[in-house]
C-alpha cells in the first residue's frame, strides 16, 4: 500500500512549514493544525483540511465547505480510509477541544 498523502503533498502548494510559497501565503493552517494529528491518517490536519478555517481563499468553514466536498483530494482520502474515515463529527470535535494552533503567518489575500 502506497504512504497516505497529505494534502499539501497531494497538492503541490508549497504552503507546508519551509515550503516554497510561504514567504508569499503563509503556512496553511491545515500543515499547523496539530489537534488533528492523526486523522484520516495524516500529519496535522493534513487528511482533514476540509474542516480547518483559513485555508486557501476561505475565511471561514460554510464558505468552503461545499467546495470541499466535490474536492478530488477529500474523494481520494475517503476511499483510502474506506470505513475509518472522518468526515466532520469527530474532527470539529478535536478542534473545539483544545486550545488553537500557532499563528501559522500573514493572512490570505
Do not use: I
Request: one cysteine or more; charged letters at 25%; aromatic letters at 6%.
Amino acid at each position: 500500500m502506497a504512504a497516505r498523502q497529505n494534502c499539501w503533498e497531494y497538492r503541490h502548494c508549497g504552503r507546508e512549514p519551509g515550503g516554497a510559497h510561504v514567504d508569499e501565503l503563509g503556512v496553511c493552517p491545515a500543515a499547523v493544525e496539530e489537534r488533528l494529528d492523526g486523522v484520516n491518517g495524516g500529519h496535522n490536519g493534513g487528511r482533514a483540511c476540509w474542516a480547518v478555517e483559513d485555508t486557501r481563499c476561505y475565511a471561514t468553514l460554510g464558505a468552503k465547505f461545499s467546495d470541499c466536498l466535490k474536492c478530488d483530494f477529500l474523494l481520494k482520502v475517503q476511499d483510502e480510509e474506506v470505513s475509518t474515515f472522518q468526515l466532520m463529527g469527530g474532527v470539529r470535535e478535536r478542534l473545539s477541544c483544545d486550545s488553537p494552533p500557532a499563528e501559522s503567518g500573514p493572512p490570505l489575500r
